[in-house]
């Protein structure tokens, strides 16, 4: 999943951000069954 950073929330803690235009085009191509573009991948 694109990660968009991190934050601290009070009462929760760390949480992980989304990258939402990434995360679009991440579960677009899941859906579509199709290959996850390398630009979206962290390695």
């Known amino acids: 999943m ?3 950073g ?3 929330v009070s009462g929760s ?3 992980v951000l989304w990258d939402k235009n990434r995360a679009g085009a991440f579960f677009e191509a ?3 069954d199709r ?3 390398d ?3 962290t390695r």
């Open 2 to 4: 694109p990660v968009g």
């Open 6 to 8: 991190f934050d601290d």
């Open 13 to 15: 803690g760390n949480v």
């Open 30 to 32: 899941l859906a579509d």
């Open 35 to 37: 290959q996850i573009p």
């Open 39 to 41: 630009d979206l991948l």
